[in-house]
């Protein structure tokens, strides 16, 4: 294993294709209703923004908060993310490789947030089960949603951090010692 | 929780062993670490190994913790609503029913494999792994790391309390929620699973083979 300075820029083209595949779900993922709600005979149904809104307007504000960086900032920030990782591949953006790594790193680990909606519309429709009382089902849009939340985290393990940087491994090198170990 | 990787010894140079940054894929001399030390990437500042204060055996008694914790998790009630006086319990596996039962068997079996099935064939796999020695057999150690690493990345128990956690606030307004005792244990095994992969991985002692990324459990 032995990553040249310059990696193949066929190389940028697994994790490009999932984050265009998931920037097309993301259209069906945030129209399409996600859940539709009957409570003693009035139905309502919510995209993943209704939802949100819904939230903030009963006064849920930290939840809300929630639920939208996990729906909508994670997810959106993550393939703004990817495609400024890629441009800074190709470029070979070396002065910024130590932040650009930083980046990836904050990308890799905050996509599986995203799921949280996923669950969220599992746990509602499994629990709330009441009859004509009240009931909970699953709408379409969920499924589009869960494509993105995959397809986003496919793109950034598809992705190649050592491109952002020259040569991971210069031959015949015998190795720099890691810094000084530092109590944790 | 801070993103984990699992740093990969490349080769042994003059009996010297070397360390490859699992971000930059910069090479490290490794260096001796006491307990509770870390050493870093000197290049992109990445955590490459720390040895914990707990000792070398607390990977493998936080994945038998969860292990044992898995099955009242499973079998107790996990949350129960109640509307107009009508309970209705729920378990664990009771969000990807819902899926099925609302027409998408395919949502459904993710969720349950999100949910439950990675986190418990992660915490096995941990368990094998640290209690029994598979490094004698190299080619079938490697393909268990490979395994786990897989399933790391679509383990996300702490994700799915997270999310429980905001149904039930939800939907305090719409019915009455209570907590039950399967709920617990599912917040305790995913601590463990967290606190097996973490210390798991850092720790320097446990050798690696290939230079593949690890995801944060
Ligand atoms: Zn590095």
Redesign the interface.
């Known amino acids: 294993?032995s990553?040249s300075a310059d990696p193949d820029p066929r190389q940028f083209g697994r994790p490009l294709a999932f984050a265009l595949a998931a920037a097309v779900m993301m259209v069906p993922a945030n129209v399409l209703p996600v859940l539709r709600t009957r409570?003693m005979g009035e139905a309502r149904t919510d995209t993943i923004f209704s939802g949100i809104v819904a939230?903030w307007d009963?006064g849920?504000w930290g939840?809300a908060a929630?639920?939208f960086v996990a729906s909508i900032l994670i997810p959106v920030l993550k393939l703004l993310g990817i495609a400024w990782l890629l441009r800074e591949a190709r470029v070979h953006a070396r002065l910024r490789?130590?932040r650009d790594?930083?980046l990836?790193?904050i990308l890799?680990?905050i996509g599986?947030?995203s799921?949280?909606?996923?669950?969220?519309?599992?746990?509602?429709?499994?629990?709330?089960?009441?009859g004509a009382?009240?009931s909970?089902?699953?709408r379409a849009g969920?499924?589009a949603f869960?494509a993105v939340v995959v397809l986003t985290?496919l793109a950034t393990?598809s992705f190649q951090?050592?491109w952002?940087?020259p040569d991971?491994?210069?031959p015949a090198?015998?190795?720099?010692?890691?810094?000084?170990?530092?109590?944790? | 929780m801070a993103p984990y990787q699992l740093p990969s010894p490349l080769s042994s140079a003059r009996g010297q062993s070397l360390l490859g940054c699992p971000l930059c894929g910069f090479t490290h001399a490794a260096v001796p670490l006491a307990q509770g030390q870390r050493a870093t990437c000197v290049r992109c500042g990445t955590l490459l190994c720390a040895r914990g204060r707990l000792g070398p055996h607390a990977p493998a008694a936080f994945a038998l913790a969860g292990l044992l914790l898995a099955w009242p998790a499973l079998s107790l009630p996990f949350i129960t609503v109640a509307k107009f006086g009508n309970f209705r319990p729920t378990w664990l596996h009771t969000g990807a029913e819902g899926l099925w039962n609302g027409g998408m068997p395919v949502l459904g079996t993710w969720v349950l494999t999100c949910g439950i099935l990675a986190p418990l064939l992660l915490l096995g796999l941990l368990a094998a792994l640290l209690a029994g020695d598979t490094r004698g057999a190299p080619d079938l150690h490697r393909q268990l790391l490979r395994l786990a690493r897989s399933l790391a990345h679509w383990a996300m128990p702490e994700v799915h309390l997270l999310a429980v956690l905001v149904a039930m606030i939800k939907l305090g307004a719409l019915v009455d929620v209570f907590i039950g005792a399967g709920f617990w244990c599912y917040a305790a095994m995913s601590l463990m699973l967290v606190l097996a992969w973490r210390s798991f991985g850092f720790e320097p002692s446990v050798s690696t083979t290939d230079g593949r990324r690890d995801p944060a459990p």
């Open positions: 294993m990553p409570v939230l009963d849920l939840i929630i639920v490789a130590r790594t930083r990836y790193a890799d680990f599986r947030w799921m949280l909606d996923v669950f969220l519309v599992a746990f509602l429709a499994g629990a709330v089960q009441f009382l009240a909970v089902e699953p969920i499924v869960a985290v393990d951090p050592h952002l940087w991971a491994h210069p090198s015998p190795g720099r010692p890691a810094t000084a170990p530092s109590r944790s």
